[in-house]
């Protein structure tokens, strides 16, 4: 277990966290005016290998060498010259700080953290952290890496941490991630309001896992599983990919799941490491597309029905007796900006037939794919 310190006086700034994978939908804008929730779960953290934050710099102002040292291979419009290293909590984890009044950028309903800092240290008043809160952002406090100082609870500075879970502990406690959910909006005058939609995690998971199986691809089509693993990802590759065998066959692999002869296999991430799942014999031919473990773990072992949230406790394992959950009234759609951020980090992306892609998504999002 850690806890962050303030670098100008010492003082904690946050409760006891374990280290956990940065999400998927970290960096995720869903819709407008929805009310997202926490992105990390209570007593973790992850820390974001990519610049955030101010200051901001347009595609056009980025030489394509300095670009590719940032391992970005294709245009993009805007790129932060923010510190890389940003620690991501949860809003309540934090500890001895304040908001800054004059640092109160956002869109419309809170904080976005786009001018910079908006939280200072309590005792010394060094600016620690962006509060994030605003609509249609998962509500996160990211400390400032160039602020605070990571320590373990014992006072050291070791990062030494306790051992990962195994797969197969995954395989039996793991937490799946539903495929669709109640989503609250913003400043309804007639009380809370919500509808059901597609899991925003699951748009920025297949947005990102689309990517690298158009990276995998070698252009030709590509074939994913029935069921649900096909209405998520299937129209969108055959949009995407052009007609014509042969086809690449996709499969679902990791724990509980051994690999089968197939061209791509698409494989969890582990939620503390990161690490993707790979087979037990090495040399495999099939191409790893990763997915977060939570919505791996469901398209690999379906539950058969979605009970409704309810108030009250039930023992693990059993189900209320209610109707299934309302499914969307749309086809499911990928994140576009999960899957242009994935795509642009590709080498892949520098064939001509997929930069085409990135660098124009328009004509896709009409046709309902994003």
Not at 98 to 125: F, H, K, Q, S, W
Not at 308 to 336: M, Q, T
Not at 356 to 365: C, F, G, H, W
Request: glycine share 10%.
């Amino acid at each position: 277990m850690f806890v962050f310190v303030c670098r100008g006086c010492g003082a904690e700034l946050t409760a006891p966290l374990s280290r956990v994978a940065l999400p998927a939908h970290t960096r995720q804008k869903y819709g407008n005016g929805h009310q997202l929730p926490v992105l990390m779960e209570s007593g973790t953290f992850a820390e974001d290998p990519e610049p955030w934050g101010p200051p901001w710099r347009r595609g056009d102002e980025i030489q394509p060498g300095e670009a590719l040292a940032r391992g970005i291979h294709a245009p993009v419009q805007v790129l932060s010259d923010g510190a890389p290293g940003s620690i991501v909590i949860a809003p309540g984890d934090a500890r001895g700080t304040v908001l800054i009044p004059e640092r109160a950028g956002g869109y419309c309903c809170g904080l976005d953290g786009a001018d910079g800092p908006n939280m200072a240290c309590a005792v010394c008043g060094l600016h620690v952290a962006s509060r994030i809160d605003d609509c249609s952002l998962w509500q996160a406090v990211r400390l400032a890496p160039d602020a605070v100082r990571r320590l373990t609870v014992d006072g050291s500075d070791s990062d030494s941490d306790s051992e990962p879970l195994t797969w197969a502990e995954l395989l039996e406690g793991g937490k799946s991630t539903p495929p669709f959910e109640p989503i609250a909006r913003w400043g309804n005058r007639l009380g809370p309001d919500h509808f059901w939609s597609w899991s925003p995690q699951w748009e920025a998971a297949v947005g990102q896992a689309l990517a690298h199986l158009l990276a995998a691809s070698h252009g030709q089509p590509v074939t994913v599983p029935d069921g649900l693993a096909k209405e998520v990802f299937q129209r969108a590759l055959d949009a995407l990919l052009p007609p014509g065998p042969p086809a690449r066959r996709a499969v679902l692999a990791g724990p509980g799941r051994p690999a089968t002869d197939a061209d791509i296999v698409l494989v969890p991430t582990h939620p503390e490491t990161g690490q993707m799942w790979t087979p037990g014999s090495p040399g495999s031919p099939a191409r790893p597309v990763p997915l977060p473990f939570g919505v791996w773990l469901w398209l690999a072992f379906p539950k058969p029905h979605l009970p409704p949230p309810a108030s009250g406790g039930l023992p693990d394992g059993v189900l209320r007796d209610d109707p299934s959950a309302p499914r969307p009234r749309y086809l499911f759609r990928a994140d576009a900006g999960a899957f242009h951020h994935a795509l642009v980090r590709l080498p892949a992306v520098r064939s001509p037939w997929l930069r085409a892609i990135s660098e124009d998504l328009v004509p896709y999002k009409r046709a309902g794919l994003f």
